[in-house]
């Protein structure tokens, strides 16, 4: 975590803020919120996965009505909450509590063992509607929530010694509000340089089985031309279509089960351009990177 990253989570921390971090798909957002999870002691981490069709009241619960319905005419009458599902923020808010305070909401199989402070991530923002950043400051201001179904007079909330430390993920598609981005700490993240990229290629390939019984960690050449290259390539698309480290993992891996040689990226132009299908999404761009790599005319730095 380089410094300036680390003085805004300990900002957002200290002033009880949300911290926003935008950045290129791939460049670490959501791991951050892992990471500072797993120094505090705080695993693990509440994901909201934001959707198009989310709204600030989906940050806390759902309420399966439809099977409450059939279970009612079914079984006759049924505990109201053996049908809620928690979210992340509700979640947190939950278990900053004690057991005995919110027992009368929590569903069947909710494992509460004692009071905790929690990390949410509310990931990609800029996935929901346009209202939806605004619509969540009070509800993450206020920590509090109420379930009607349950008890409409009884809201849920926590005390600042409990509550959630919150980040944000976006991938910068659209802008967002200027209210909203007031109420946040900030801080984007840049896409990882070539050093970090042969780290994090190397460190998911031995959590990723060959298909084909090659070794799971390649050689750490490879890597790094594989890296290089990458970088070449993704110079020349469009910040829209550039790939991200995912699609360089996918990459890497294919050129491995795809071939039998120590260095694919010099050694075996066939398995190269084969698993460019993991890597480039558009056949112009694919054109352009096949014609940067040629059959295999490409030279990395390194040499």
Known sequence: MDDGLMQAVNVALLMGQPLLLTGEPGSGKTCLAERV??????LPVLTFATKTTSQAKDLFYTYDYLARFHAANSQGDVAPKGFITFHALGEAIIRGNPKEKVEKFLPPGFVHQSRKRSVVLIDEI?????????DILNE???LKFSIPEIDPNDPICTDAAHAPLIFITSNSEK???RPFLRRCVYYHIEFPGEKRLQEIVHRRL???PSR???ASSPDDTFIANAVDLFTDIRKQMSEETRPATAELILWVAAMRDLSDKKDPITQDPNAVKAAMHALIKSKSEKVMALKIYGNG???PKTT
């Open 37 to 42: 999870a797993w120094e505090l002691g705080l």
């Open 126 to 134: 800029d996935k929901a509607p346009r209202d939806f950043p605004n």
């Open 140 to 142: 993450i201001e206020s």
């Open 175 to 177: 802008l967002l509000p």
């Open 206 to 208: 031995l959590r990723m």
């Open 212 to 214: 084909m019984n090659r």
């Open 297 to 299: 005319q490409w030279k």
